[in-house]
């Protein structure tokens, strides 16, 4: 019997390389570094990074014009300074030169969507458990696309962590380090392993301080109301922005000032807020629902403004924002 050959089924083409889940450069120590040369050696992580501080920044873009601007730049380069200050580091560059380094980095890595920039400074020399006084400070600055989840409607359930936030005599909120952020690591876990997307920390006086990683508004009776600065919370920049913004946009009451687990679980309305968080609205507390469980009337108001602001959108506060022009 004569066998007939079957024509050879078609090679598929090979599928085409994933895209690189980073950008072509950081910035470090002045320069832009191709991303697979900003190489350090294994034998500096760990105790170089133990006094680490950092920042958290973003970029947005206006969606009528398409600019690009830097949200508060100027503002979270001097925290940064701030922080290697308290850290008894001594950094070569002044905030106004790490923030033209980002803008320049966004231009490198061709990011003109909305964009996180994230500084880090960190004790180059250390290898072991040491003061750190002599040793040189390392500064680097990476980008990342980032999706904004303002005006998504998106609320998160909370809780009241057991754990409690440290007080400046331990480990100062006031400075960005990530080790101070290990007691909010542990807070955060907590609360996920319980089944809450977020935890409220209290201080060792019992009261309200702020989330694993965000400051916290409540509103009760047409007021909002946030943790004053000296109950063990970061200065946050977003935080500034907010107050000022319900004050001047919307003609609102806010006060600054000691707040009570159980306020909480009475409140009208409640968000947390930061770089990271932008304005989060709180659904739940405890299990206890906040207003209607969804984005209160108040929280929905000022989240617009805030998001009209940092996009240029409302042309106001022109001083917050830096405009990333790309070739």
């Not at 450069?25 to 990074?49: F, I, K, Q």
């Amino acid at each position: 019997m004569t066998v007939i050959p079957t024509a050879a089924a078609p090679v598929a083409p090979p599928a085409p390389a994933p895209a690189p889940t980073h950008p072509a450069y950081l910035w470090r120590n002045g320069e832009l570094v191709p991303w697979a040369d900003a190489n350090v050696h294994a034998s500096t992580l760990g105790w170089s990074t133990m006094a680490a501080v950092f920042e958290g920044i973003k970029a947005y873009v206006n969606p009528q014009t398409g600019a690009q601007w830097g949200w508060q730049f100027a503002e979270h380069f001097a925290r940064f300074a701030q922080s290697m200050r308290l850290q008894r580091m001594r950094p070569e560059f002044s905030p106004a030169e790490l923030a033209d380094a980002s803008v320049a980095l966004l231009r490198a890595n061709g990011h003109v969507g909305d964009t996180y920039v994230r500084p880090l400074a960190w004790l180059s020399d250390v290898s072991w458990f040491t003061d750190g006084l002599d040793s040189r400070t390392s500064i680097v600055i990476v980008t990342e696309p980032f999706r904004s989840h303002l005006q998504t409607g998106r609320t998160w359930s909370t809780c009241v962590s057991s754990w409690i936030r440290v007080g400046d005599n331990q480990l100062s909120p006031r400075v960005k380090c990530i080790s101070n952020y290990q007691n909010s690591r542990l807070a955060l876990i907590e609360a996920k392993k319980n089944g809450f997307d977020q935890p409220i920390l209290l201080n060792l006086a019992g009261k309200v301080t702020e989330g694993p990683a965000s400051c916290l508004f409540m509103v009760r009776d047409g007021v909002f109301v946030t943790p004053s600065l000296t109950s063990g919370v970061l200065e946050s920049i977003t935080r500034t922005a907010l107050i000022r913004l319900a004050r001047e946009e919307l003609g609102m009451q806010v006060q600054e000032r000691e707040i009570d687990r159980t306020e909480l679980y009475v409140a009208d309305e409640m968000f947390f807020c930061g770089t990271g968080a932008e304005l989060m609205p709180i659904g739940s507390i405890d299990h206890f629902q906040v207003g209607s469980g969804g984005v209160g009337p108040l929280t929905t108001r000022l989240e617009r403004v805030f998001h009209d602001v940092v996009r240029g959108i409302n042309p106001g506060y022109g001083h917050w924002r830096r405009r990333v022009d790309h070739a």
